[in-house]
């Protein structure tokens, strides 16, 4: 049996989101929301000496924030990579290795075990030596430095403030949406630090980029049909040759079958032909690690 192409953008969900309609067409977004925490952000950005950028490892690309180089200027920025313990040590060298070759060193960490965090706090200090020089010559008293952690809805931005601190401050959840508010956590007497809300682009054209965030769970307050996206994985594992983590896993096959067939064979043999539960629990599985580590990005050939 052919494998079934995958579903594309129809002419009117283009359309809407040509016309800035905060829409793809599987995953829909509250521009309100968006807008206040964006603004509330923006209004602190100026007060920040350093930006710590956090994306997901499972998804290094899809997790980048299109805005966040505008906001930032020419202040100095770390890049972490969260979450490496999701990913196996191949895809972790693999992606260092391509970040390097873009002229980036990116921090990995593991906000749920504090692993990689000293350096980023070491990194994210020594941003500050320059700033308290020049305030040294203007005959001002040193300060510490403020840094801003940045990054996607549940990439583990809390968690890793939790773990510069050793002690668990910011609210941390297996669930995105959980910092609601702007709040700066002094860290040492040379570190502060703005736990700032997952922040969303108002815009989001790229839906693969969408549907990655979703299945990882790091999109926030948006709206989306488990079943679509869970076919989306699939189709994303059959694709980085990963079927047979399914077979494992559910003891059923992919073999010829899309994302979407997947779904409802799979539906019929392990979940009383329940589709959108089937959805939810594989999108479940794999956020667990039930599936086992998987980056769900390859980095893009030179
Ligand atoms: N496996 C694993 N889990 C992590 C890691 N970092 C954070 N988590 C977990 O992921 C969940 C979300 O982490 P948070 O720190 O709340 O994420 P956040 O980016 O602050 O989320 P928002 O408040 O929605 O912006 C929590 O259950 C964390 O324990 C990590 O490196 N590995």
């Known amino acids: 049996m052919p494998r079934k192409p995958k579903s594309e953008l129809d002419l009117d969900q283009l359309a809407r989101i040509e016309r800035g309609v905060v829409a ?33 490892a499972r998804i290094p690309l899809a997790s980048f924030h299109p805005q966040i180089p505008a906001w930032i200027g020419t202040k100095p920025r770390l890049l972490i990579l969260n979450r490496v313990d999701m990913i196996s040590p191949w895809e972790r060298e693999q992606w260092q290795a391509w970040f390097r070759a873009q ?20 990194a994210a200090q020594a941003a500050g030596v320059t700033i308290n020089e020049r305030r040294k010559l203007r005959g001002m008293n040193p300060r510490p430095v403020r840094a801003v952690v940045l990054g996607f809805p549940n990439v583990g931005k ?8 050793k002690r668990k401050i910011a609210a941390s ?32 054209k790229d839906q693969n980029a969408a549907i990655k965030l979703a299945i990882c769970d790091d999109i926030g307050e948006a709206a989306y049909d488990n079943q679509r996206v869970a076919a989306a994985l699939v189709d994303l594992l059959q694709d980085l040759n ?45 956020r667990r690690l039930a599936l086992g580590p998987i980056c769900l990005e390859r980095p893009p050939s030179p």
């Open 173 to 204: 959840a297996a669930r995105p949406g959980v910092t609601r508010q702007l709040r700066w956590i002094r860290i040492s007497d040379q570190l502060e630090l703005l736990d700032a809300p997952g922040v969303l682009p108002a815009n989001l």
């Open 242 to 286: 990963q079927a047979p983590r399914l077979l494992n896993r559910y003891q059923a096959s992919l073999g010829e079958r899309s994302g979407e067939e997947y779904i409802v064979y799979l539906a019929t043999q392990r979940f009383q032909k329940d589709n959108e539960r089937t959805g939810r629990q594989l999108l479940q599985d794999f």
């Open 158 to 165: 809390s968690a890793l403030i939790n773990r510069l601190l």
């Open 24 to 56: 793809t067409p599987l995953i829909q977004w509250y521009p309100g929301h968006i807008a206040k925490a964006e603004k509330a952000l923006q209004e602190q950005l100026s007060r920040v000496d350093v930006v710590l950028e956090v994306r997901d």
């Open 103 to 122: 002229g980036e060193s990116p921090y990995c960490a593991n906000g749920q075990t504090g692993d990689g965090v000293m350096a980023i706090f070491k």
